[in-house]
């Protein structure tokens, strides 16, 4: 299958079961495309697990689905060792997996929490001094409730990091929301993978062959600079964060189908993939730093 075939399959494959947001869709595929990890906020019962679902089934691959709880401990998730026919043996955990959906992450303790931080930068789990492969490819999706606080634990900014991109679902519209009731969404799930790790693989090998112009690395680092000096930001992008853009822009222009970025792609990831990188001075907003990055876009100077 050719990269073309293969983007416009995976996309029909998820949106015949998340209605209405092609937008979150795009980003999702993004992720899987650039080899980076996704974080969906929103509040509850919006399609989320929903979403990270069906991007995982359309892939292939091994799944597992981990509910994070507050008494969830890193073995949990990573595995133990232990003694069998006199020896000790390693038990792998549901981390090791291609796709990982981690449901309502921000409800277990930053203990466990931190434990994932090897395996998304690294993509290896570190168990009684012995360091594990992951399954090749690996992708976490993780979904939390931004608004609900009451037995959670808010994801430290290392965490958040590690994430390509942070998106939000948002409601549905009228359109999409019947097409819900009317079990549209349910039929969609019933469907098979359209692609397997190699396939992934594949992708994101021509996903890394896209051109990036010099003019289109310089829109991001003028972006990145300008984070660092705008009085409404605490702290700005970091050189990883630079990096994730670019891998992020050149996965939107293979799905557009150009082997080529423009300055655009910058622009259309601009938010998603920094805005859960930096630090606000005061919170003057629903997303005051999604509304700072936006002014730098616009040319305008962020206030504090």
Same mark, same amino acid.
């Given at each position: ?50 979403? +990270?679902? #069906?991007? &995982?089934? =359309?892939?292939? @691959? ?9 008494? !969830?401990?890193? %073995? ?106 009317? +079990?549209? #969404?349910? &039929?969609? =799930?019933?469907? @098979? ?9 594949? !992708?994101?090998? %021509? ?98």
């Amino acid at each position: 299958m050719i990269p073309a075939e293969a983007v416009a399959a995976l996309r029909g494959r998820v949106s015949r079961q998340v209605h209405g947001k092609a937008d979150v869709i795009e980003l999702a595929l993004v992720c899987v495309l650039a080899g980076g990890h996704l974080l969906l906020e929103d509040v509850p019962g919006v399609g989320k697990t929903t979403l +990270g679902t #069906a991007l &995982a089934r =359309a892939i292939g @691959g091994s799944f597992r689905r981990v509910q994070f709880t507050s008494d !969830l401990l890193p %073995a949990d998730i990573l595995g133990f060792t232990m003694l069998e026919a006199g020896t000790m043996q390693f038990r792998p955990g549901p981390l090791f997996a291609n796709v990982v959906l981690a449901d309502e992450i921000n409800r277990t303790t930053p203990r466990t929490q931190s434990a994932l931080l090897e395996a998304m930068n690294e993509a290896t789990v570190s168990v009684d001094g012995t360091t594990h492969r992951l399954p090749d490819p690996f992708l976490v999706i993780a979904t939390q409730n931004p608004h609900e606080y009451h037995g959670t634990w808010p994801l430290p900014e290392s965490q958040l990091d590690r994430f390509l991109i942070r998106t939000a679902m948002g409601y549905p519209d009228r359109a999409a929301e019947r097409a819900v009731l009317q +079990g549209a #969404a349910t &039929a969609g =799930a019933a469907e @098979g993978a359209v692609l397997d790790p190699a396939g992934v693989l594949m !992708l994101r090998a %021509a996903c890394a062959a896209v051109k990036v112009h010099p003019d289109v690395e310089d829109a991001v680092l003028d972006l990145v600079a300008a984070t660092r000096m705008a009085p409404a930001l605490a702290r700005g992008v970091s050189t990883r964060g630079a990096e994730a853009l670019l891998r992020a822009v050149r996965a939107r222009s293979l799905l557009d189908g150009r082997d080529y970025a423009t300055p655009d792609d910058v622009r259309a990831l601009a938010v998603p993939v920094l805005a859960h990188r930096v630090v606000v001075r005061a919170d003057t907003g629903v997303d005051a730093a999604a509304a700072a990055i936006r002014a730098l876009l616009s040319g305008q100077r962020p206030v504090a």
